[in-house]
């Protein structure tokens, strides 16, 4: 489901209302998960990191080889090639019944430490 212009805006502006000093540390933590297709340039959670990196000359030079970084680690990614057939061996694995199997052992794991109580 992708975000209306008006949730945008409205989002970026409740961001701006809220908006508090950010360290470089701050922003290297943000900037980190910064895709490397650009695709969050315009997404106001990112907004304020990249405006404090475009500030410190030192925090952008961080930055362009993190975006480097990504872009090999894309590349070499893409060079793989899954086996055939691995996905539908992948959900013959599950059986009929997988799904269920499934949900009950995550509902197992995401109880609260005191189920008891």
């Known amino acids: 489901m992708t975000d209306t212009h008006e949730a945008k805006l409205f989002r970026r502006e409740e961001l701006r209302k809220h908006r508090i000093s950010m360290t470089n540390?701050?922003?290297?933590?943000?900037?980190?998960?910064?895709?490397?297709?650009?695709?969050?340039?315009?997404?106001?959670?990112?907004?304020?990191?990249?405006?404090?990196?475009?500030?410190?000359?030192?925090l952008m030079e961080w930055f362009q080889k993190q975006r480097a970084f990504d872009r090999v680690i894309?590349?070499?990614?893409?060079?793989?090639?899954?086996?055939?057939?691995?996905?539908s061996q992948i959900l013959q694995g599950f059986g009929p019944f997988g799904c269920l199997v499934i949900r009950s052992v995550l509902g197992l794991l995401w109880r609260p430490r005191f189920w008891w109580l």
């Open 25 to 58: 540390q701050d922003a290297k933590l943000v900037l980190s998960a910064y895709r490397p297709n650009g695709a969050d340039a315009r997404d106001p959670f990112f907004e304020q990191a990249l405006q404090q990196a475009k500030l410190d000359p030192e």
């Open 74 to 87: 894309v590349a070499k990614l893409r060079t793989i090639e899954p086996p055939a057939g691995l996905n």
